[in-house]
């Protein structure tokens, strides 16, 4: 059985971790481990351990980084170690990064979080257990969280 990890915040203002876990469950059979940080900063080496430590086939991140400038510089620097921690460990890990300042309003932004999470989760199971399923929307202008554009035309 594969082995999901999922790492959320306590920064984010909508609970992503349960969302995507609700929905890796609700499509595939796999042990999930979960993991909960302060902010987005703190995600990548909270990734790294779960691969390490606890043998994680491929791990969520899931954040809200906020709308100040400063914001979006720890945004950068989150994503660097992320993407660090993926060359380091040889494994894929997905970062769901939903900023404060996409949204129109509250509302929007509690839809935003939750599609976000939920749609890329089915790319976790899709990257895992159906990469046939990957493939075949290469090209296809998928969006995470608002609608998809589809492919460009001529």
Known sequence: MATIGVVDT???????????????????TAKIIRRTVPGI??????????IEEQGCDI???LGMPGSKEQDK???HEASTGIIQAQL?????IIEVFVHEDEAKDENELVF?????????ALNVVKMLCRPEKMIKE???GQRQGFEDVGPARM
Request: proline share 2%.
């Open 73 to 75: 510089i720890c945004a």
């Open 138 to 140: 290469a090209g296809t």
């Open 59 to 61: 791990v969520m991140v």
């Open 112 to 120: 935003l979080m939750e599609q976000r999470s939920r749609e890329h």
């Open 88 to 92: 380091m460990t040889n494994t894929h």
């Open 10 to 28: 306590t920064f984010a203002r909508f609970n992503m971790g349960k969302a995507a876990i609700n929905e890796i469950q609700q499509n595939a």
């Open 41 to 50: 900063k703190d995600l990548p080496v909270a990734a790294k351990k779960l």
